[in-house]
């Protein structure tokens, strides 16, 4: 069995985190509120959030050295994300989620 680093654990628990959030935000808060939270390109933007972080999480599970690559990118949406959900507001949550999540797949990236 692999070992998982602490930091490296903190990183798949922020991912699966921000993966939870940003799909439960955007079925909850931004189906309910509509107007520009289901713009295609904010939602869009939420579900590639959702699925990159469930996807990094799960290469650092199964051991992967392409983490890297997929933490690199996770690190990249989840900033992209954080903004857009500040700039719609309403979404403080996510947008947390999402900063914690970047913080910490850049650290597994390097």
Known sequence: MQHI???MQDCIDNC???YSVCLS???G???ETGGEHVAP???RLMMACAEICRTAAHFMLIGSPHHKHTCRECAEICRECA???ERLGGM???VDACEEC???CEKMAA
């Open 29 to 31: 808060h931004c189906l």
């Open 92 to 94: 403080d949550e996510c």
């Open 83 to 85: 903004k857009d959900c």
């Open 16 to 18: 699966l985190d921000c």
């Open 25 to 27: 935000t955007a079925m």
């Open 41 to 43: 390109k904010h939602f």
């Open 102 to 104: 970047a913080e910490s």
């Open 5 to 7: 680093s602490d930091e």
